[in-house]
């Protein structure tokens, strides 16, 4: 073997497969090839351990004729045959041999010997090497006009090469060892030192590898399937006698990459390199890609993984189901306290549904505040169900998030294989059709998929495009419903109602498209118009006449609210004084300084402020004690059951009771009977608003109505129906 093939090998292809130590192999080539003598190094034992090409022209041998690992008497007999040493005897040249290197063994000076070889003046330098063996170099003096200079020269030049090949092992960018047949160490460099924290007495050649792996063990190098198995699997690599790639986990964390490469003479030389950090960057990488940055869920491409998965097992026979679920009025949280806020409600949602589900299960945050779960096997449909009850009593428990107390809900929609679907994309759209039927059906509940509800999704998509269009075709209008103020007599305000006649799906209720107004964000937009047309109508009433126009959540969290009530009064002009604004308790959800600070502005406006649906939200009471109504709307939910509902008819009372104490008037929705009309008149309720005494009327009938009771009429005992 070649010496560059020898230490080429060595150097870069056994050690380096990734190439970055590709300097290292031709800092060390050249170092040998370029010298411009002959340099060969003997063992101990006197073996032929390394030479150079110059080596074996010095004895005119093809360098075939010698290799690594050939004794000195061999060499001997090699060199004699090539011609050289004429007179000499293979024994007499191996004995003169054995003298020098005994002689020089004593000394620790280098010796030199001048001999005529082939015509030429060589000039053989041996430099001892303790615990090693032999340097020998052999240099052409032929042409030399000066002993003196060369020798300078010579001396200097080896002085180099040594510096450069300890230099080119020593910056090796992964740790070395070479052990020999025997298992001890022939040389390590400073980085496979450092990397096990071996002492200087370890890293002496001749140091057994048994003491070096007993000291790695002792010193924090335990390896993870323990001792004796690193071992067994180390002994069966080096009895192998082939090149091995072995990644070895340690008990202290690390992870190190281990080549090994066997050399002709037993031994073998490996490299060692700490690839911990490398490995944790490629498990992060793999993380992130299929994760969520934010909530650190499954994302959508671990999602659709684990569906295929589900598949193979939906074949099989198993019960699968997929919840598609959003957060109900989450926009409303982004659009208010700002997306940090939003972004933190996100993170603790995420937590509360990793408690909810169980420990096999995958949930996913697919974007937004849409999220997906996929859940098995099951038992029955029944199991999804109660997945889907633990997650909305989970999600709709109140949070503290940044100083704001925020309450948010979710709907649910459900998909059951094989029932509903064989594949995740069969499944995922019939999961998020049950999701807009439970949208719809009032939201904070779930559904499970049916069949046909892919038609309710096409008219709620129709809803959604056509909602734009209804504006520039002029197909919204208003209505009004008076409210009868029960102590004058008379109509004391106007409600604006909003209706909409669809150009080819006709007459479409409030209770289908506000909702999809508010999601689409539509809503602000659409109550601005509603707000202005109010005004201007109103403007055209008796001045005692007021009109009351409802606020959505969203539209009242807009930052053009203030500026589009100065706008609709002031087209209108229409005094603050009459126009009213109602809004519902999840306008005060968040119970924001926000929130509070927009209601002041208005009320400072001259705007009467209604609480509409009193008593259906969380905390009426604290809403009332965190701000002055001028009005409270008792829900219709509680004045229908009145004459058949002991517990409705109590609610009643107390809710006027407060009113009273509170300096705040009060309103009975839904009046249909004159029942409930004498029950809410006994107990000082102010205003009554419903059928009985009048449906929502058009602009013009709406105007008739106020003209033809300017004069109070007379509602004792009974109140007529008009209208």
């Known amino acids: 073997m070649m010496p560059n093939q020898f230490w080429g090998r060595l150097v870069g292809d056994v050690w380096m497969p990734d190439g970055k130590g590709m300097g290292n192999t031709r800092a060390v080539d050249a170092a040998l090839e370029a010298m411009p003598y002959g340099l060969c190094v003997w063992s101990e034992d006197l073996k032929l351990e390394l030479f150079n090409a110059r080596y074996a022209w010095t004895f005119g041998l093809d360098t075939e004729a010698l290799k690594a690992g050939m004794s000195l008497r061999d060499c001997c007999r090699a060199v004699i045959d090539a011609g050289n040493y004429f007179g000499y005897s293979v024994d007499e040249l191996y004995e003169a041999m054995l003298g020098r290197f005994a002689r020089q063994e004593r000394r620790e000076t280098p010796t030199q010997y001048e001999q005529h070889l082939r015509d030429r003046n060589i000039r053989t330098t041996y430099t001892g090497r303790p615990g090693t063996g032999w340097l020998v170099t052999h240099e052409d003096i032929t042409d030399a006009s000066d002993h003196l200079t060369a020798l300078s020269k010579r001396e200097a030049d080896l002085a180099q090469q040594a510096v450069r090949f300890e230099t080119a092992v020593d910056n090796m960018a992964h740790g070395l060892c070479m052990i020999d047949a025997d298992h001890k160490l022939v040389i390590c460099n400073a980085n496979y030192a450092m990397l096990y924290d071996l002492p200087e007495n370890l890293r002496q050649p001749g140091t057994l590898l048994t003491d070096i792996l007993d000291y790695r063990f002792e010193n924090g190098m335990r390896p993870k399937e323990g001792p004796m198995a690193f071992l067994q699997r180390r002994v069966q690599t080096i009895t192998d006698r082939k090149r091995s790639v072995d990644i070895c986990e340690f008990e202290n964390g690390q992870i190190i990459s281990l080549v090994h490469q066997p050399m002709d003479d037993g031994g073998w030389v490996e490299t060692h390199q700490d690839i911990t950090e490398q490995r944790r960057s490629e498990a992060r990488i793999h993380h992130l890609a299929r994760h969520d940055a934010l909530t650190d869920l499954p994302n959508r491409t671990l999602f659709g993984e684990e569906m295929v998965l589900a598949e193979s097992r939906i074949r099989r026979g198993e019960m699968m189901a997929i919840l598609c679920f959003d957060l109900d009025h989450f926009k409303v949280i982004n659009d208010t306290l700002g997306h940090g806020v939003g972004d933190a409600v996100l993170k603790e949602v995420a937590i509360r549904i990793n408690h909810a589900k169980r420990e096999h299960e995958c949930a996913a945050r697919l974007g937004g505040d849409e999220f997906s779960m996929l859940a098995g096997p099951l038992k029955s449909p029944n199991d999804a169900a109660a997945l889907a009850e633990r997650l909305i009593a989970a999600i709709s428990h109140p949070m503290e998030i940044e100083g704001h107390r925020v309450i948010i809900g979710t709907s649910i929609g459900i998909a059951v294989a094989p029932t509903d679907g064989l594949d995740g994309e069969t499944l995922m759209k ?294």
Request: charged content about 25%.
């Open 430 to 723: 019939n999961a998020d059709l049950a999701l807009y039927r439970a949208k719809s059906d009032g939201r904070g509940n779930y559904r499970f998929f049916e069949k046909g509800m892919d038609a309710a999704m096409q008219h709620r998509r129709a809803i959604e495009s056509g909602l734009k269009l209804g504006l520039t075709r002029d197909e919204f209008r208003l209505v009004f419903q008076p409210l009868m103020d029960l102590e004058s007599n008379r109509i004391s305000c106007m409600e604006a109602l909003l209706r909409w006649e669809h150009s080819e799906m006709g007459f479409i209720s409030p209770v289908e498209f506000i909702p999809v107004a508010e999601e689409i964000g539509f809503i602000v937009q659409l109550g601005e118009w509603v707000l202005k047309q109010a005004c201007l109508t109103a403007a055209t009433w008796p001045g005692d006449i007021r009109v009351a126009v409802n606020l959505s959540p969203v539209q009242f969290k807009s930052r053009r609210l203030m500026e589009s009530v100065e706008q609709a009064l002031a087209e209108a002009g229409l005094p603050a004084s009459r126009l009213e604004l109602e809004i519902t308790e999840s306008v005060l959800l968040s119970d924001s300084d926000q929130t509070l600070e927009t209601l002041h502005a208005l009320r400072a406006m001259g705007i009467r402020i209604s609480m509409d649906d009193f008593g259906t939200g969380y905390s009426s009471l604290s809403y009332l004690r965190a701000f002055p109504f001028d009005k409270i709307k008792i829900d219709r939910s509680f004045i229908e059951d009145v004459g058949s509902t002991d517990a409705n008819f109590e609610i009643i009372k107390a809710v006027i009771a407060l009113g009273r104490s509170l300096g705040m008037a009060t309103t009975a929705e839904g009046v249909e009977t004159e029942a409930q009309l004498d029950a809410v008149r006994a107990h000082g309720c102010d205003e009554i608003q419903g059928f009985l005494f009048s449906r929502p009327l058009p602009p013009r009938d709406a105007l008739e109505l106020i003209t033809r009771l300017a004069v109070p009429v007379e509602i004792e005992p009974r109140l007529s129906r008009i209208g």
